[in-house]
């Protein structure tokens, strides 16, 4: 291994984007992971200005580079494109010694390395924490998996679908006597990668204060355990089994779907104050001193009756009368829109919730926004999506291998050919 450029991180990519110093410029990230919430932990990461570097295995690279469906002119997925922009990618056979040398030379230089294999399949490798943190103090090395590093069920592959099924969010989604229903969204998957983001930032933190790294252990499993707050601590606190309600809430009512004349929509009167100004507005006074919704309580306990109630009057007019006049009454309201319908909408589009991103092979590219806005650094699409191993010479270099070194390596198989 040659001096030259080691340990030298690349300067901000100029253009007519570049704006104030990102919060994580200078933070270089080892993203080991595919499919989801590895890749989007790392993104997240990347775009508040992190140095990615995306580790692919040689040839396939990122599983969702092909298989997710909708493909676009060139060899990646959109959903791919979707989850791995500011991102640079080398092709590394990790199996191959000459493959694992490169790893524990980038993870010198490193301050995280994110993996989402399964459990203990790099500690095997000789990858694990315990040798990577003897390489790299500092290091802050977080494992994603479906099902955590410990416990009966660690070696379980870890998909959202198992999560959501495990973790109790299927047993409350859907309707009463429907079927098993999942969340319409993937919530173990994106809900694991903001913890591991957190988690991972705040590790970072403490490891500039201390200089010592820490082992993250986040899981599907538990991140949607998480996000069941509210129906656990129903179950605790009464010691009632909580069950699927549909669109309703177990913790007030009306705060539902609601069928109009012509469809539905959601409307809320979830405390005393708006159920009385949304009577009154109904012209359905009457309810106010009917013993059955009189309270919070009662109105939880005869939820069917007071749905039945007000659909009477819902469903004279159309939904959008009604989230308009609810709208302008003070009580909470809204359409329900499919995907096409919330991305035409005006909000949306000044939220820029949906962007063009320049590709070499594509031209432009869907992508979603950025979900937080920050005002002094926002956020920046500085790379593309990279094409599978499309860095590997440019990062090996940075890391202070030289031109014969990176060619005898790649004879000795630790690279693939990039696509």
């Not at 080398?90 to 294999?117: F, H, M, P, R, T």
């Not at 173990?188 to 988690?199: N, R």
């Not at 106010?288 to 009057?313: C, G, M, V």
Request: glycine share 10%.
């Amino acid at each position: 291994m040659g001096d030259a450029g080691k340990g030298q991180r690349p300067l901000p990519l100029a253009g007519e984007n570049q704006k104030a110093r990102l919060p994580l410029e200078g933070v270089r990230v080892l993203d080991i992971s595919q499919v989801m919430a590895g890749p989007y932990t790392c993104m997240l990461l990347g775009d508040m200005g992190a140095d990615v570097i995306k580790i692919e295995p040689p040839g396939t690279g990122d599983q969702t580079r092909g298989s997710m469906g909708f493909k676009m002119k060139g060899p990646d997925s959109l959903g791919f494109l979707n989850m791995n922009r500011n991102k640079r990618s080398i092709a590394l056979d990790l199996k191959s010694e000459a493959g694992k040398q490169v790893l524990l030379a980038l993870a010198k230089d490193a301050d995280i390395l994110v993996e989402n294999y399964r459990p203990g399949a790099l500690r095997r490798m000789g990858l694990g924490y315990e040798v990577l943190k003897d390489v790299n103090p500092r290091l802050v090395y977080t494992s994603i998996s479906g099902f955590g590093q410990t416990g009966p069920w660690a070696d379980r592959p870890g998909f959202d679908l198992m999560a959501q099924a495990m973790s109790g969010v299927m047993s409350v989604t859907g309707y009463p006597d429907s079927p098993p229903v999942k969340a319409g969204v993937p919530v173990a998957d994106i809900g694991c990668a903001l913890f591991a983001v957190y988690a991972t930032l705040s590790a970072y933190i403490g490891a500039k204060n201390t200089g010592q790294g820490q082992y993250i252990d986040a899981s599907l499993f538990d991140s949607a355990i998480a996000f069941g707050v509210w129906d656990i601590c129903d179950w605790w606190g009464t010691g009632k089994e909580p069950q699927p309600l549909g669109t309703s809430n177990k913790m007030t009512a009306p705060y539902q779907a609601m069928a109009s004349s012509d469809g539905h929509f959601v409307m809320g009167a979830n405390n005393q104050k708006l159920w009385v100004q949304l009577c009154t507005l109904m012209e359905r006074t009457e309810l106010l001193q009917d013993p059955r919704f009189s309270t919070i309580a009662l109105r939880l306990a005869n939820r069917p009756a007071l749905q039945e109630e007000l659909e009477k009057t819902f469903r004279q007019h159309t939904k959008d009368y009604w989230v308009d006049t609810l709208l302008a009454n003070g009580i909470p309201a809204g359409p329900i829109l499919s995907y096409p319908e919330a991305f035409a909408s005006e909000h949306a589009k000044e939220r820029k919730m949906r962007m063009e991103i320049d590709h070499p092979i594509e031209g432009k590219a869907p992508n979603i926004g950025f979900a937080v806005k920050l005002s002094g650094t926002p956020q920046q699409v500085r790379r593309h999506p990279p094409l599978l191993g499309e860095h590997t010479e440019e990062v090996l270099a940075e890391a202070g291998f030289a031109a014969g070194d990176i060619a005898r390596m790649r004879e000795e198989g630790a690279f693939g050919v990039a696509r």
